[in-house]
């Protein structure tokens, strides 16, 4: 069912100084902040050869990288995004099958301009997981 790996979403406390470690300490092609209201965080792209990072930060009152960020101070790892090619398909198959699908069901468009749904991560060994449309 599952493509390529579309990103590696990481939340961090300071925007500004992680962009610093992957443009400068690292050396990646890192975008400007873009917020992204419907989600609840703001995102800054790091463009890899082969996938992407995301760095999340809480944008508004009730994001929900909030309490991750509560209980994880320095940041983490925060989820992973494959891609699939039919997001309603995939996700009919996966809650017929048990998993939680998170929110309302419905995807909601997501930081690439396409249809994305998560997955609970106590469904998945621990981690929260995004599908996108391919
Ligand atoms: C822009 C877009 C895009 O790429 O297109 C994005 O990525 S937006 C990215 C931001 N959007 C989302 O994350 C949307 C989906 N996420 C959610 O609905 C929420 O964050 C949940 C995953 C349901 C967690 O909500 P919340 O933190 O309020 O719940 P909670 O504290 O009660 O957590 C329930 C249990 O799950 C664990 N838990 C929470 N977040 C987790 C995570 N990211 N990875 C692994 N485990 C996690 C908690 O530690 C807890 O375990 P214990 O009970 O064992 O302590
Ligand atoms: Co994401």
Redo the contacts with the bound molecule.
């Keep these: 069912m599952i493509g390529q790996l ?2 590696v ?1 990481i ?1 961090v406390p300071d925007l500004e100084a992680a962009a610093a470690d992957y443009r400068e300490t690292l050396g990646a092609k890192v975008s400007d902040p873009v917020p ?1 209201p ?4 703001t ?1 800054v792209f790091v463009e890899l050869p082969n996938t992407k990072i ?1 760095l ?1 930060h809480p944008l508004g009152e009730k ?6 960020l509560d ?1 994880n101070p320095s940041g ?4 992973v ?1 494959y891609e699939v090619e039919d997001i309603l398909s995939a996700r009919d198959v996966l809650k017929g099958q048990g998993k939680r699908v ?2 309302d069901g419905n995807p ?5 301009g ?1 249809p ?1 749904l ?1 997955l ?3 469904d998945f060994t ?3 997981v ?1 599908l ?1 449309q391919a």
């Design positions: 579309n990103h979403a939340a992204q419907d989600h609840g965080v995102v995301e999340l994001s929900p990288i909030q309490a991750f209980k983490g790892i925060h989820h995004c998170l929110g909601k468009i997501g930081a690439h396409k994305v998560f609970h991560p106590k621990g981690t929260l995004e996108e």
